[in-house]
């Protein structure tokens, strides 16, 4: 008797790493098929997009910031940060964001200007595998650079949104401004514009019908100050629901921010904002 209770007690300590092993072995195998997909998707986006033209690593000269694991795949923050001057010899004139397993990979493309003072941006999109997001960033020499960082995160794109349908349009358009920090006259100094708008995929239904919602979301948003171009976003579905954008530009008293905005309806908006300096500055 004791000896059998001895055998069984062996076997049985060996359940524990034999469990482990099994459940490792089950991740490792729901994980891969996604990187995988996801690795065999960017050569096809990259032709796509790119052509022929070279893409060297990033280093230097931007630098991209994501959430390994998103808390809501519907709003996954980015934030590219940019390495190098807004310079007469060297600057980015343009910064593509993709999301590699997206039905829509490129987000958009921002392009900056020298009113900007740094090509720095901070947005919110939505991701609907697990996948690689990349920021390619474009200098005015004509180069590409590339961060690319994997997140965890799906269902982004179905996701409903965060407003009923009726309160979403009632708010259509509408923008806010925000000056982060101190401002000081033609120092590049950090801004946000928020749009609203219900951005939708085309890949989200009604929560009381339950029927589909047509595709209908922000096509371009234009900043200038006093008439020059500070920024310029041209995008598709994956930005997120009420697009965000935080980025620089070289301020003066009283300036006008003037913000343009379209959508794949046609509509229009526009909103423009006096820009207030710190005192003394």
């Known amino acids: ?23 490792l072995m089950l991740a490792g195998f729901l994980a891969a098929p996604d990187a995988q997909a996801d690795e065999n998707a960017w050569p096809d986006i990259r032709d796509s997009v790119f052509g022929d033209r070279e893409i060297a690593d990033a280093a230097g000269v931007v630098a991209l910031e994501t959430p390994y694991r998103a808390h809501d795949a519907a709003v996954v923050p980015i934030k590219i940060t940019a390495l190098i001057p807004q310079d007469a010899e ?28 740094i090509a720095s941006l901070s947005t919110r999109v939505r991701v609907n595998a ?24 799906a269902g982004g794109c179905s996701a409903p949104a965060g407003k009923d349908h ?27 514009v ?3 708008h219900p951005n939708y995929s085309g890949m989200q239904t009604d929560q009381l019908t339950q029927l589909w919602i047509p595709a209908d979301y922000v096509r371009t948003i234009e900043l200038s100050l006093n008439g020059k171009p500070v920024l310029a976003f041209d995008g598709d579905i994956s930005m997120s629901e009420n697009p965000s954008l935080r980025f620089f530009l070289k301020p003066e008293e009283g300036a006008t921010l003037t ?6 309806e046609e509509r229009s908006f526009t909103e423009s904002w006096t820009i207030k300096l710190e005192p003394g500055s």
């Open 166 to 192: 009726k309160l979403a349009m009632s708010r259509l358009g509408q923008m806010r401004f925000r000056q982060i920090g101190e401002w000081r006259a033609g120092e590049p100094s950090e801004a946000q």
């Open 90 to 117: 060297r600057s980015i004139t343009q910064i593509t964001l993709i999301v590699d397993e997206n039905p829509a990979p490129v987000v958009g493309t921002f392009r900056f200007y020298p009113q900007n003072g």
């Open 130 to 153: 697990y996948t690689h997001i990349r920021a390619i960033a474009e200098t005015s020499d004509g180069k590409l650079f590339m961060a690319a960082n994997y997140v965890k995160a």
């Open 259 to 264: 913000a343009r905005v379209t959508d794949t």
């Open 1 to 23: 008797m004791m000896r059998i209770f001895a055998e069984n007690r062996s076997r049985l300590s060996l359940w524990p790493g034999l469990v482990l092993s099994c459940v």
């Open 194 to 196: 928020m749009v609203s």
